[in-house]
């Protein structure tokens, strides 16, 4: 389904914008009008868009195989950023006409004719953004997102182009040249954030925290799940997603229980969030007296450091002489105080509470979410 509606969405777009590049260019000729004609132009780099979208989704719809056991989703962003190219391309090209317009103005003819393309032409980007942007909900997709938010940009920039043809017929005022400039840092600024949409998650981005959340509320809805951890979500392309995770769970429990009740929580992921899951169980001291006052210190301590450090995978090991605490430290990234200070900060701040028979052995890692 994602691949028919990703073809359609394409086809659409490649036929409405040859349309609308006709229509302006011939308007822009018969008017004289850069900016015009450089919006035409903007229809036809929208046209080839359009197909290379529909291309990167007929690539993304093969089946995985041996050489490609993920699939070949990715062909999804990576067709968006070529669009994204194409789009900061033109734009260039079309400032670099502006300006010589600007420094050499000549007379332009607006008529009737050019405003009633014009007004169609932001009623077509107009319905063109609506069908985009419901298309893009519904699949998620950052390339219908993109598709849709360049519509909207195409819409102000046709607007800013009738508005200087109405403005040169009335007041004969030449704003031609100027107003080709705006057409094209929309047209830039279109093609850099549909850049930015589709080298996210090539680059692999954080989840959004909508999904944590999601992931959170289905694994912890199981009463022998007593929090989780280390989430990891690997992104191969809309609807490609896969997770790995640590699943806390008591340390007294009947290790086969717990293994088929984790067993159960991986295919609950996969039928209510489309994506493959890997977790991995941590068991729990929970009768150990001990670490109910070491959580308590612990968390008041690194609440004091940045309310965003989290701790896990605590226990102590006891010997003749001194007591272990052992636990990982999970630091998000807007933490700007170095781990090892942090790590040290939390060992002189536990050692002064508990005293000196207790050592924190402690490991720093980066969370890989928000």
């Keep these: 389904m994602r691949s028919a509606y990703g073809l359609l969405c394409s086809i659409v777009g490649i036929v409405l914008n040859i349309i609308l590049f006709g229509a302006k260019y011939f308007a822009g000729v018969l008017s004289g009008s850069v900016s015009i004609t450089a919006d035409s132009f903007n229809n036809l780099s929208d046209a080839a868009s359009s197909f290379v979208t529909l291309l990167g989704f007929k690539l993304a719809s093969q089946k995985p195989h041996s050489d490609h056991p993920f699939g070949h989703g990715r062909f999804e962003y990576i067709s968006g950023l070529a669009v994204s190219f194409l789009i900061i391309l033109m734009g260039i090209e079309v400032l670099k006409t502006s300006i010589s317009k600007i420094a050499n103005p000549s007379d332009t003819e607006f008529s009737v ?39 909207f940009g195409d819409m102000a920039a046709t607007g800013a182009v009738l508005v200087s043809g109405i403005i040169g017929h009335f007041t004969n005022v030449n704003i031609d040249g100027w107003c080709g400039a705006a057409v094209s840092l929309f047209i830039l600024w279109s093609g850099i954030r549909a850049a930015g949409e589709t080298i996210n998650p090539l680059l692999g981005q954080a989840p959004s925290e909508e999904f944590v959340s999601q992931v959170q509320e289905i694994v912890c809805s199981h009463e022998q799940i007593i929090g989780i951890h280390d989430l990891v979500v690997h992104d191969y392309g809309p ?57 308590s210190k612990l968390k008041t301590i690194l609440r004091d450091i940045h309310p965003g450090l989290s701790f896990h995978d605590l226990r102590t090991v006891t010997g003749p002489s001194h007591t272990n605490i052992i636990f990982d430290l999970a630091v998000p990234y807007d933490v700007k105080m170095s781990d090892e200070k942090i790590v040290s900060t939390v060992k002189e701040q536990m050692r002064d509470q508990m005293g000196d028979r207790y050592f924190c052995v402690i490991k720093a890692e980066r969370l890989y979410t928000k």
């Design 113 to 151: 004719v050019s405003a009633v393309i014009l007004l169609l032409s932001v009623g077509v980007k107009l319905y063109m953004y609506i069908y985009n942007r419901n298309i893009g909900k519904k699949l998620d997709s950052a390339a219908m997102r993109a598709t849709a938010f360049d519509c």
């Design 239 to 295: 609807g490609r997603r896969m997770i790995s995770l640590h699943g806390e769970v008591p340390g007294n429990m009947n290790v086969f229980e717990l293994h088929d009740v984790i067993d159960h929580i991986e295919v609950e992921l996969y039928e209510a969030l489309g994506c493959e899951a890997v977790i991995h169980m941590d068991p729990i001291d929970t009768e150990n007296p001990l670490l109910p006052e070491i959580s």
